[in-house]
């Protein structure tokens, strides 16, 4: 199956803002219908871009969740080193931002930050001003945001805690198939209704041992997310024909360590029984009749087959 024919998934990466070198910040990449989408751009989306062989200037759209810095910190690297003139970058058109109301002064501010060296590059590399220039659209509701060569994205709104707003989740449509992002979400109904007969249904999670969840710092951060429990209660009324964690948040202290990838899935299984997987960075899902999951060999720098 061929990038035209099929849905493909890849996530970039699957952290949080714990800076570790094997879950990069949160961003997924979206392949369909002849276009590449992102959903956020967290640390190291343009490492995770470069390792895919996927050019920055060929994104067509940088889609936004929210605005948490782990999500948009890669932004600036993404834009300004998109703009550069080598293989891997090349953005010739202006970067189309989507996202909840707040885009536009991220991006606009953004410019402002980084106007010096827009404007030595410019002289001095000749670079073509309209791949710096920026095209962002707001929205603020659930509704289609994003419609080109048959890839249809629909936003919904998500509940990440009462001052963590806007915050929306993403409805992935193309040929029939449908990936659903939950965005950074606590259990929450739109997810469901949204995810409901999807093929791959990609849910953030944060799990904390007991001894852990005693302190208030951590029962704060684990109040704006999903525990495994719940979003494998998330799973089991969507019914996708795979479900998929990312955002893996895996809280831990200087005396505790974080639970284990199997202790996740153990806690998921009280439930949920269907099909799941625990993303990694590049791990890739080719949606078809059936999902396809690829895992990246860092080894030999490509995809396995
Ligand atoms: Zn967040
Ligand atoms: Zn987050």
């Known amino acids: 199956m061929t990038t035209d024919e099929g849905l493909r998934v890849t996530l970039l990466g699957t952290g949080t803002p714990i800076p570790r070198p094997d879950r990069f910040g949160p961003s997924t990449l979206i392949e ?13 989306a343009t490492m995770r ?7 920055m200037g060929r994104v067509n759209a940088l889609l936004l969740t929210h605005f948490h810095s782990d999500h948009t910190n890669g932004i600036p690297d993404f834009w300004l080193t998109g703009w550069l003139s080598s293989f891997y970058a090349r953005r010739t058109a202006p970067l189309h ?4 109301r707040g885009a536009k002064e991220l991006i606009s501010n953004l410019e402002k930050a980084y106007a010096a060296d827009i404007k030595i590059r410019l002289v001095d590399e000749k670079l073509p001003p309209e791949g710096i220039a920026t095209r962002v659209e707001e929205f603020d509701h659930d509704g289609l945001i994003y419609d080109q060569g048959g890839l249809k994205v629909f936003a919904f709104e998500v509940d990440h805690g009462e001052v963590i707003k806007p915050c929306f989740g993403y409805r992935i449509e193309y ?3 449908i990936a659903v992002f939950s965005g950074d979400t606590r259990y929450n109904r739109n997810v469901i209704k949204y995810g409901a007969g999807a093929d791959l249904l990609v849910h953030e999670v944060a799990t904390a041992r007991p001894e852990l969840m005693k302190e208030a ?4 951060i684990v109040a704006h997310h999903t525990t495994p429990r719940e979003a494998g209660l998330v799973f089991a009324e969507a019914r996708p024909k795979l479900a998929v964690y990312t955002h893996v948040v895996q809280l831990a202290s200087d005396t505790i360590s974080p639970p284990s990838v199997e202790e996740l899935i153990a806690e998921t299984r009280k439930t949920y029984d269907g099909p799941l997987e625990v993303g990694e960075d590049l791990m890739q899902f080719e949606i078809g009749e059936d999902v396809k999951v690829r895992r990246y060999d860092v080894q030999h720098a490509a995809m396995m087959p």
């Open 175 to 177: 040929g029939g198939r």
């Open 49 to 55: 871009l470069y390792q895919l062989g996927v050019p």
């Open 32 to 44: 369909a219908g002849g276009q590449k989408i992102l959903i956020d751009a967290g640390r190291g």
């Open 97 to 100: 931002v989507i996202g909840p």
């Open 217 to 220: 710092y951590i029962q704060r």
